[in-house]
């Protein structure tokens, strides 16, 4: 069965550096989404991606935040300059939209099994 | 604006009991979808069910159950003859007229442990 990959499973990084959370989405999925949940909270949607660009995002999504897909393969979110706060678990989802003849799409999002980021 | 609200934050039962996890959602559409999904302590996020907003039919799978009402807005989760094996933590989340590019927002997740 088709799955979401991400990598690393765990970075560890020092506050103030970049780092660059990498998925590979599900072939033919043309839909890709960050979600982030900090420890014991609840899982926060960051932005959603399609026809390279960003179809959303939420208010978490600032500046320091940057996503991309660099080749046919990889969907990746950058953050520029890392802060305590960001330490918490990023997971990436994708999906592939079809339409049934009740105008409801018959897929859904299949999620990546998270990179934990501490950010020390 | 769509919410998703799980009041149970941590239930604790003894393996074999049932137990209901209750979830009610806000929306303005009329066309959505309704999830459960379920977070071992391993992290990972394990899609368990997907509901659209036409279908109120419940379902059973196994020993999971659920439970859709539109006239309360719920959409309920019974787990019967528990197992240690269903400790975790369970989210229900809803998606607004799903074409692909709808963000999935959840709820903050019921706690549930599993007692031997």
């Known amino acids: 069965e088709p799955e979401v990959t991400q990598t690393p499973s765990h970075q560890v990084t020092q506050m103030g550096q970049e780092v660059i959370l990498r998925c590979v989405p599900i072939s033919n999925h043309l839909y890709f989404y960050w979600y982030r949940q900090i420890l014991g909270q609840k899982v926060e949607f960051l932005v959603s991606f399609y026809n390279n660009e960003i179809s959303e995002k939420s208010e978490i999504f600032d500046d320091q935040f940057s996503v991309e897909r660099p080749d046919g393969s990889n969907f990746t979110l950058k953050i520029r300059s890392t802060k305590l706060e960001d330490s918490a678990m990023y997971f990436c989802?994708?999906?592939?939209?079809?339409?049934?003849?009740?105008?409801?799409?018959?897929?859904?999002?299949?999620f990546g099994p998270g990179t934990r980021l501490t950010v020390l | 604006a769509q919410k998703v609200t799980q009041a149970q934050t941590e239930i604790s039962v003894v393996e074999k009991e049932d137990v209901t996890l209750d979830c009610v959602y806000e929306t303005r559409d009329t066309t959505y979808y309704l999830f459960w999904y379920k977070q071992p302590p391993s992290g990972e996020l394990v899609f368990l069910i997907r509901?659209?907003?036409?279908?109120?039919q419940n379902e059973i799978s196994g020993r999971y159950s659920w439970n859709f009402q539109k006239s309360t807005s719920s959409f309920n989760f019974t787990i019967t003859a528990s197992q240690v094996v269903d400790s975790a933590v369970y989210f229900c989340a809803l998606s607004e007229a799903p074409q692909g590019d709808d963000k999935i927002i959840f709820g903050k997740g019921t706690r549930l442990h599993i007692l031997p």
């Open positions: 989802a994708s999906s592939s939209p079809g339409v049934a003849t009740s105008g409801v799409s018959t897929d859904t999002q299949y």
């Open positions: 509901r659209n907003s036409f279908d109120e």
